[in-house]
């Protein structure tokens, strides 16, 4: 097979940039160059012995059998499920019928399995109790992950926030340090026009030591760098692309 890096042979940066919105070709490129740096990931359509008969329930076989500790089911869109993917916690039938955006995922992978991913379920550092309970009442996960932002192939300082914290703004500095020298590494490992680019990694510190990458979101804007949820965040910006404080 050919290098995955052929797909993007030809295109300005802000091309690839994009044609790594595609989830599927993400993973594909960001485990080539950084191996292991997200989680590992399969295309529902390569199931091939899932397309015929009760589809649903070879797809869940076909997933434990490659996932014994489980997994996560997403669309290479992106779909905003608001963090809510179909796990192996339950069956792909009972969020079919279920409704909300786990049923969203499902349907496309009944419609068009290229469409959809499945990625090994990591297992990442849970947030506190509060954290827990605010997501409970907002119906999302409460997990440790975090936002890096990276500027023309620059992680911005102090603009590195928790994603599911009702506090976002009384963050650890260093558990955001330890995200983004991770971040730091991976780019490093990335080819020169990918490595300069701009992204909002979503990153999931592991029990037992160790980050994974959840998303990159390149060439996307950062509701995170909103002034509503970080009032500090033009200021930073502006210092970290121009090298000047005012």
């Not at 990931?41 to 899932?50: E, K, R």
């Not at 409704?99 to 959809?116: C, Q």
Request: aromatic share 8%; no cysteine; hydrophobic share 35%.
């Amino acid at each position: 097979a050919l290098p995955i890096y052929v797909n993007l042979l030809g295109l300005g940066m802000s091309s690839k940039l994009k044609a790594l919105q595609d989830k599927a070709f993400e993973a594909k490129v960001f485990n080539k160059f950084a191996p292991g740096s997200m989680p590992d990931t399969t295309q529902m359509s390569s199931f091939v012995g899932a397309r015929f008969g009760n589809r649903l329930a070879k797809y869940e076989d076909a997933l434990r059998k490659k996932y014994p500790a489980g997994y996560v089911l997403k669309t290479t869109g992106g779909i905003d499920t608001k963090g809510r993917f179909p796990t192996s916690a339950k069956s792909l039938t009972e969020y079919l019928r279920a409704g909300g955006p786990e049923s969203s995922v499902v349907e496309t992978l009944l419609r068009s399995p290229s469409k959809v991913i499945a990625q090994e379920k990591v297992p990442i550092v849970q947030g506190s109790i509060l954290d827990k309970l605010w997501g409970a009442l907002r119906s999302t996960p409460s997990t440790r992950e975090t936002r890096v932002h990276v500027f023309n192939g620059v992680v911005v300082p102090n603009t590195t926030l928790p994603r599911y914290s009702p506090f976002a703004l009384i963050s650890n500095p260093a558990k955001n340090r330890e995200s983004e020298n991770f971040v730091k590494d991976v780019l490093a490992r990335l080819p020169e026009d990918l490595r300069k680019g701009t992204y909002a990694f979503d990153v999931a510190p592991l029990v037992g030591g160790g980050h994974k990458i959840i998303e990159s979101n390149p060439a996307v804007r950062s509701g995170f760098l909103s002034a509503k949820k970080n009032p500090l965040a033009g200021f930073q910006l502006h210092r970290a692309t121009t090298g000047q404080s005012s």
